[in-house]
């Protein structure tokens, strides 16, 4: 069974401008996580995905933004792109929410490098 | 506001002896940790976890225990070896909300020495 995959893998972009990054979960998973990680505050949760809603939100600006396909695929935006967004962006998927996790609850993709100059 | 911490950004250790990796936590809330590692240019993969109604969870060379009351967990991985190198993140949720989100540590760099 294929695993997460996200892309691009690596992405540069310019302050100001605004990039989409893709996410496809592991066949039949349904619900899909965005994490940010940076050096100094870790993994942080982005926002959560289940049938095309978002039922999850962590504490970001607007200008992060997400949605889900109704494949399950998800994509996350952010506009209006500054610096401090130079991140690895992590995408995981598991088979559905969950109030009981498993060991297996979720998987997670290679991530993608985005760089702001 | 950093809810779940590990304060050690790395570790070295020698092949074959105990590798113990802390994280300590604020929000009472939190009743479900996991430990993730996570390898370069590889998203993370599950480690082992533990509820809060335990205080110890033991997978083959992995252990990890709770301590609720000083808000402490710490993952024992003995003996340690030279693959075990890697960031290990350990993660909290409150179940109330799933366990799709989770709130991480900033990572502990595991070194194993041959």
């Known amino acids: 069974k294929a695993g997460v995959t996200q892309t691009p893998r690596y992405l540069i972009k310019t302050r100001g401008q605004q990039v989409t990054l893709s996410c496809s979960p592991i066949?039949?998973?349904?619900?899909v996580s965005w994490y940010q990680q940076t050096p100094g505050q870790g993994l942080q949760f982005l926002f959560e995905?289940?049938?095309?809603?978002?039922?999850n939100k962590g504490n970001f600006p607007g200008r992060f933004s997400g949605r889900q396909f109704s494949n399950s695929r998800s994509e996350m935006n952010v506009s209006t792109l500054e610096l401090g967004d130079s991140a690895l962006y992590l995408c995981?998927?598991?088979?559905?929410?969950?109030?009981?996790?498993?060991?297996?609850?979720?998987?997670f993709g290679p991530g993608t490098r985005l760089t702001v100059l | 506001d950093q809810q779940v911490k590990q304060n050690s950004p790395s570790l070295s250790v020698q092949e074959g002896r105990i590798s113990i990796l802390n994280c300590d936590y604020t929000?009472?809330?939190?009743?479900?940790f996991l430990w993730y590692k996570k390898y370069p240019a590889e998203g993370p993969t599950f480690l082992i976890s533990?509820?809060?109604?335990?205080d110890k969870n033991e997978d083959g060379r992995f252990t990890v225990f709770l301590n609720k009351s000083a808000k402490h967990l710490s993952l024992h991985i003995v003996p340690s070896q030279p693959g075990d190198s890697a960031v290990y993140f350990c993660?909290?949720?409150?179940?109330?909300?799933?366990?799709?989100?989770?709130?991480f540590g900033q990572g502990t760099r595991l070194t194993i020495n041959p």
């Open positions: 995981a998927s598991s088979l559905v929410p969950r109030r009981v996790p498993s060991t297996d609850t979720q998987y």
């Open positions: 066949s039949g998973h349904r619900s």
């Open positions: 995905y289940f049938s095309e809603t978002q039922r």
């Open positions: 929000n009472s809330m939190f009743d479900y």
């Open positions: 533990i509820s809060s109604i335990k």
């Open positions: 993660a909290a949720t409150p179940l109330i909300q799933g366990a799709q989100k989770l709130v």
